[in-house]
């Protein structure tokens, strides 16, 4: 993000406050915006073993309650909060263990593109540990379950 954009997000979030308008909700939109550029999925070792990672090396998810092609998170109040979508503005780059005939996009919001993998929408998670980190894995969450991925696109739950 640009020191423009930095100085418009801190007035905006600063003139909110007051409001009552929740900063947690605002960051996250902003953690999209950041993330947006190129997004690259890689395979990492985790200690449940190899699983799809974003590009800062956190696991990412796939709902139970979605569709080939189609985000039902966003669909449901506060879910994008907590899982938000994997998203890029340009083509998503495939790392090192992925298969870049798997890695897909679909429409997401204005100029952004969520990243799907077997036509899977994928998520992070907004309270993830860290890089390489499976304890959300299998998460009972906004009546679904939260699964990582193989490169080989199987639910890891």
Do not use: K
């Amino acid at each position: 993000m640009d020191l423009g954009r930095r100085r418009v997000m801190a007035v905006l979030l600063t003139a909110m406050a007051p409001l009552g308008v929740p900063l947690l909700a605002a960051a996250a939109g902003a953690r999209e915006r950041a993330a947006a550029p190129a997004e690259q999925l890689r395979v990492a070792q985790t200690l449940v073993g190899p699983l799809l990672v974003d590009g800062r090396g956190h696991t990412v998810f796939v709902f139970s309650r979605e569709r080939r092609t189609r985000d039902a998170c966003a669909r449901i109040r506060g879910c994008l909060r907590d899982w938000p979508a994997l998203t890029t503005a340009q083509r998503p780059i495939a790392g090192p263990g992925v298969r870049r005939s798997l890695l897909g996009t679909i429409p997401y919001r204005g100029h952004l593109r969520q990243l799907t993998y077997a036509g899977e929408p994928l998520h992070t998670y907004r309270y993830d540990d860290g890089p390489g980190s499976v304890i959300n894995i299998g998460n009972h969450q906004f009546g679904g379950v939260w699964s990582a991925l193989s490169a080989s696109a199987r639910r890891v739950s």
